[in-house]
């Protein structure tokens, strides 16, 4: 989770050195500086603006080119700080152009220190550090603490941005000296939070929120709503990091109600993501999925690069989840490609975890191995624990997919003591869970056994709803292998419920389609426990409970409630066209690099966003115009129910298909018979494929 928001320094706003100095404190132009200076610190750049808009015109008015060039400044970093970058700039080169012909070093310093800010925030980190050198060489000469202290702060931030952990901590910590030294407390606190910011990209959680804690006791006793908001929004993803999911939520809503109110768009599109990743943990999709959408939106439009790759990565595993593997793809790739071109290492490492874990899905195992490789070697060069954390989860379950357990082992082990050690507790589960399907893979039921309790104690606190009905699957086989039937139906049960209950909350059709399909597992093993143990009945009512789950959400309105024969039509034309497309951008992707066709993947994701808005219309619009015409899918029908339906001579024959075994459940008006056939899935689907050849 890298959606912190780090406290950036532009003095200028903050002190008055030579220039503020030759204008008198009693003209109307300083008074309205004074007022846009406290306003910019208590409520936010929105509301300062005004203050020095007006100002700079009675300084040109009064041709005082000393008050005009630090009105600029202000100006400038009003628009930096509501995220419009290129007006910024070119009121920064102007205030600087002003100060060189004035010969102000100070003053030059300032601005240097400035412009370094928004070339940090444009992704032009060698131009930034270029600019804040000169700052901190300006300062140190002038004897200026503060500026010193901020331009220190500033580079530890690009630092930051390129992975140099070590380089920037340093900076930050000479700064700390610097702020307080000199009893500088707004500057202490800021950097307090930057140190805090450290610990958070590392992914230790426990040792960043000290820090947070502080910087927020200064900010609000200083009265600064928006290093309030900062701080407030930072903690929240402490305390997600640590599984507090009710604290986190709670404490994003503050943090985003103040950026709101003080004019900070970046921080409020911040807070809306790091509340999305929260949602995500809780099962809430549909809400997440609004929350990612409206960042987004904000990062394309203001140009921020990196926060649009950590955005990028995070609607992409969404839709992973949700069972959308070329939108995911999609956005991961897109999210690589940015994060190399601008020297991001933590999103280049995240996003490499992405692609590789959709090629585990994909069962391509020595590609995803490779991936797994790139970013934990990332992580670890700049001691990145949470990322490392997430890369030998991942690589351990690609290896024991590879029926590879003592590397499996080793990496899932390595896992849980970096979680342990950092207070990751969600990576602790995760790393728990995969241990214990290592141990039962290798038949050390009761160790593994031990490991799903470890995890299942903390996913209840964390109510991860993805990690919980995998934990109670788990479980579940290891419990059938150990011949407790009662517990393991308990377990499949409760996997379902899980399941269902999620799954219940996404509203969009196609979503609640690919939801399903990477977790019918659950229901076809607790189907032939069922069945194992003589109890068809049960059986049937789970196999219905699947059905209804897959064929209620594959037909859709378009084959339910969709009377109208041209809009069935269109529906079916949209479906064909969408999977064309998928596939093609799919194609474009599996290539090199050097040999994929940017534009027309570009063309195919245009058509793709358009066709699937297109159908999702038609879907609603059938939906909301026949309400009752199609049955809820838990209307599930018990075999009884269907016995008193059946005529005397008929039977209903459902086939419930498994990796190793077809479960084939007979109906008729007497009886419910079960009959287990030994046959492998990928045996059935090239027999079906020869049958359908043959026919054809």
Known sequence: MHSIVKCAWCLILLTGTSLSQNVKPSTPA????????????QEGPKAALPQFEEAIKIFRSNNDRHGEAVALGYIANCHRKMENLDKALEFAQQALRMKEELGDRGEIGNTQ????????????????????????????????????GAALNNLGLVFDERGDYKHSLEQYQRALELHQASHFERGEGDTLGNIGGIYLLLGKFREALPYYRQALAISERLGLKPASSDDLGNIALCLAGMGDVDGAEATFDRALQIARETGL????????????????????????????????????????????VEALNDTGRLYELLGDGVAADMRFQRALQLAQKIGNVSGESTSLLALG????????NDSANTYFGRSL????????????AAALVQRAMNELDR?????????ASEATQIAERSGN????????????????????????????????????????????WRIQYGRGQTLEALGKSDDAIGAYKEAIQIIEDTRSQISEERYRAGYIEDRYQVYVALVELLLKLGKPDDAFLYSEKLRARVYFDQLGPGASVVNDAGAQQRIRELGGQIRSLRHAIQKEYSLPEKERRGQAVELYSTELERAEKHYQELLDSSRNSAPTSRAHPQMIAAAADIQRLLARDTALIEYVVGKQAVSILVITPTSVIGLPVLITSESLSSRTELLHGLIL
Do not use: C, F
């Open 30 to 41: 300083q008074e309205l500086l004074t007022k846009g200076k406290q306003l910019y610190t």
């Open 113 to 148: 220190n400035q412009l370094g800010l928004i070339y940090w925030e444009l992704a032009d980190y060698p131009a930034a550090i270029q600019h804040l050198e000169q700052a901190i060489e300006i300062a140190s000469s002038v004897g200026d603490k503060e500026l010193e």
């Open 265 to 308: 768009p970046k921080e409020e599109a911040d807070w809306h993501k790091g509340k999305g990743t929260t949602l995500v943990g809780l099962g809430r999709y549909d809400d997440a999925l609004h929350e990612y959408a409206t960042a987004e939106q904000v990062y394309e439009h203001a140009g921020l690069q990196r926060e649009l």
């Open 357 to 364: 874990d959709l090629e585990r899905r994909r069962k391509k």
């Open 377 to 388: 070697e990332r992580a670890r060069g700049v001691g990145d624990e949470g990322s490392a």
């Open 403 to 411: 029926k590879h357990y003592k590397p499996a082992l080793q990496s």
């Open 425 to 468: 507790r969600p990576a602790v589960s995760m790393s728990r869970y995969v241990l214990g399907e290592i141990r039962r893979s290798r038949a050390e039921l009761q160790q593994a056994l031990d490991q799903y309790s470890a995890a299942a104690a903390l996913q209840k606190e964390l109510r991860d709803p993805e990690l919980g």
